[in-house]
């Protein structure tokens, strides 16, 4: 019997990912994926770290609607191994805490995801969370529904 999953494809330009979600400014750096959700009715999420200029780092967040949930932003373990820069990892050592299969982002709550929502309504990416990860670095973590 064969494994018939397959990783999911990993893009490093925003060619096309600007047709899926809105950019807020101009990334320095971008990867990102397009995925099946299991189990949500034939949903798909996206997933992105997008780095960009401190300054518009610094906008992007100030500017964000709020916070999705109240207190420390959770990621699941799978996310943090595979799309956290590794300099990030790094800077984030002593504030991350393990709960199982997740980690706890301490001091970072997750952002409300408005600046990356098409508003036009062209792109079925509206639901989701916005986690800033510091040193320029966002993660986007969208899907349909």
């Known amino acids: ?21 809105k950019l807020p400014a101009e990334p320095k750096s971008v990867a990102w994926s397009v995925t099946d959700t299991t189990g949500r009715d034939g949903d798909s999420g996206l997933v992105a770290v997008l780095r960009f200029s401190q300054e518009d780092y610094d906008a992007i967040v100030q500017s964000s609607e709020g916070h999705e949930v109240t207190g420390d932003a959770i990621v699941n373990q799978s996310f943090y191994d595979q799309w956290v820069p590794d300099e990030v990892k790094e800077k984030l050592a002593g504030e991350l805490h393990a709960d199982g299969e ?44």
């Open 1 to 21: 019997m064969t494994d018939t999953t397959t990783e999911p494809v990993v893009h490093h330009s925003v060619e096309n990912l600007d047709e899926l979600i």
């Open 102 to 145: 997740s980690i706890v982002l301490v001091g970072r709550p997750s952002l409300k995801p408005n600046l990356f929502i098409d508003g036009e309504g062209s792109s079925p990416y509206i639901h989701g969370n916005i986690y800033p990860l510091g040193l320029g670095y966002i993660a986007v973590g969208l899907y349909t529904m």
